[in-house]
T-cell receptor, first 115, second 114 residues
Framework: EPEVTQTPSHQVTQMGQEVILRCVPI?????FYWYRQILGQKVEFLVS????????KSEIFDDQFSVERPDGSNFTLKIRSTKLEDSAMYFC?????????????FGDGTRLSIL | GNSVTQMEGPVTLSEEAFLTINCTYT??????LFWYVQYPGEGLQLLLK?????DKGSNKGFEATYRKETTSFHLEKGSVQVSDSAVYFC?????????????FGAGTRLFVKA
């Protein structure tokens, strides 16, 4: 079964540095998402992306965050100047078409640790 | 806004015990409902879903029924195994300004002892 793949599995970064988390959604999917899960807390929506633009973003997704689909396969999340509170597991997700009954397919996540 | 509330864990059961994890939701309209499972060190996997009232989702012995009257989607399994130890997330599909996104409950950790 096709999978969403995320790299790296674990990223350790100094506070203030930029970090890019990478995702390869399922190849025929059109809608892409980022979520995060701070340790011990619930999974929170960050941003959705379709047709090369952001569809919706949450309050968490401030000016430090950006997303990009640089080519036909990758979908990236960039954090410009990381803070300690950015430490979390970040999940990428994708769906083929939009609709409330379409479950999102999630990757295994990237654990981001800010020192 | 829409939200999901699920029972706090951890839940500890012996193998072959009956499992119930309660989930209730608050939503305008009738969202689709999901249970996702997160095994240790892994990502989120869809376990089952239900898209309308009275639908029953089922997979791997797990079941959940979409109850509109009680706004609930409780997860059940008749006989748990050690391999079911994981975190279970109840979730709904939320229509926002830019399309659909998933809203998750806090997760319930299940430990199954041999």
């Amino acid at each position: 079964e096709p999978e969403v793949t995320q790299t790296p599995s674990h990223q350790v970064t100094q506070m203030g540095q930029e970090v890019i988390l990478r995702c390869v959604p399922i190849s025929n999917h059109l809608y892409f998402y980022w979520y995060r899960q701070i340790l011990g807390q619930k999974v929170e929506f960050l941003v959705s992306f379709y047709n090369n633009e952001i569809s919706e973003k949450s309050e968490i997704f401030d000016d430090q965050f950006s997303v990009e689909r640089p080519d036909g396969s990758n979908f990236t999340l960039k954090i410009r100047s990381t803070k300690l509170e950015d430490s979390a597991m970040y999940f990428c997700a994708s769906t083929y078409r939009e609709g409330g009954n379409q479950p999102q397919h999630f990757g295994d996540g990237t654990r981001l640790s800010i020192l | 806004g829409n939200s999901v509330t699920q029972m706090e864990g951890p839940v500890t059961l012996s193998e072959e015990a009956f499992l119930t994890i309660n989930c209730t939701y608050t939503a305008t309209g009738y969202p689709s409902l999901f249970w996702y499972v997160q095994y240790p060190g892994e990502g989120l996997q869809l376990l089952l879903k239900a898209t309308k009232a009275d639908d029953k989702g089922s997979n791997k012995g797990f079941e959940a029924t979409y109850r509109k009257e009680t706004t609930s989607f409780h997860l059940e399994k008749g006989s748990v195994q050690v391999s079911d130890s994981a975190v279970y997330f109840c979730a709904l599909s939320d229509l926002g300004t830019g399309g659909f996104k998933t809203i998750f409950g806090a997760g319930t950790r299940l430990f199954v002892k041999a």
